[in-house]
């Protein structure tokens, strides 16, 4: 009996340890059978997806026996989470996991712009090195204006500042410090 349904990528790893307490239907292309996904869940104690997975109306109604949804990301938007709430469904995003992937990408990204790589790729993947459009510029003594200052924005200055960056920030919710 499937108790838990993962529609979309997971860690194979994950999958088998979830495997071994419980009856899981893992399939990544889930997200692209709606129908399918209905009837499965429709059984279904928890619901596994990331962003693509819309998990509102149809579904949630297919989802009688439905008690939460883990959604491997942070975002929320694709899932109804005050209906969720209405039937008693817990919605459980992973917080936390992805703060330090995404603030290195971010200061990846500046750092790729500023120096000019970004737009160089085209010319290095055909066997040139087009010396003057890698000129760039250096991040250190730049300043960083983060508009938010939650655990992403957190975790990104500390990386900017440690490469000389001067960092500003606005948070309506943050006190100032």
Not at 13 to 22: G, M, N, S
Not at 68 to 79: E, F, M, P, S, T
Not at 93 to 103: F, K, M, Q, R, Y
Not at 156 to 163: E, F, H, K, Q, V
Request: net charge neutral; aromatic share 6%.
């Amino acid at each position: 009996m499937t108790e838990i349904v993962i529609s979309e990528f997971m860690d194979e790893a994950a999958v088998d340890e979830l495997r071994r307490e419980f009856g899981v239907t893992y399939d990544k292309g889930l997200v692209d059978r709606p129908d399918e996904l209905k009837a499965l869940v429709a059984g279904a104690r928890a619901l596994i997806v990331r962003n693509r997975t819309q998990v509102r109306g149809d579904i949630l109604a297919a989802a009688t026996g439905l008690r939460a949804i883990g959604r491997l990301g942070v975002g929320l938007d694709n899932i109804d989470v005050e209906a969720c709430k209405a039937r008693g469904i817990a919605v459980l995003p992973a917080t936390g996991a992805n703060d330090i992937a995404v603030a290195e990408w971010a200061v990846t990204t500046i750092m790729m712009l500023l120096r000019g790589a970004y737009f160089a790729s085209d010319a290095v993947a055909a066997g040139t090195w087009p010396r003057e459009r890698l000129m760039g510029r250096e991040v250190h003594g730049k300043v960083l204006g983060l508009v938010g200052f939650g655990a992403i924005a957190r975790e990104t200055a500390t990386r900017a500042r440690a490469l000389g960056m001067s960092i500003i920030a606005a948070d309506p919710f943050v006190k100032a410090d």
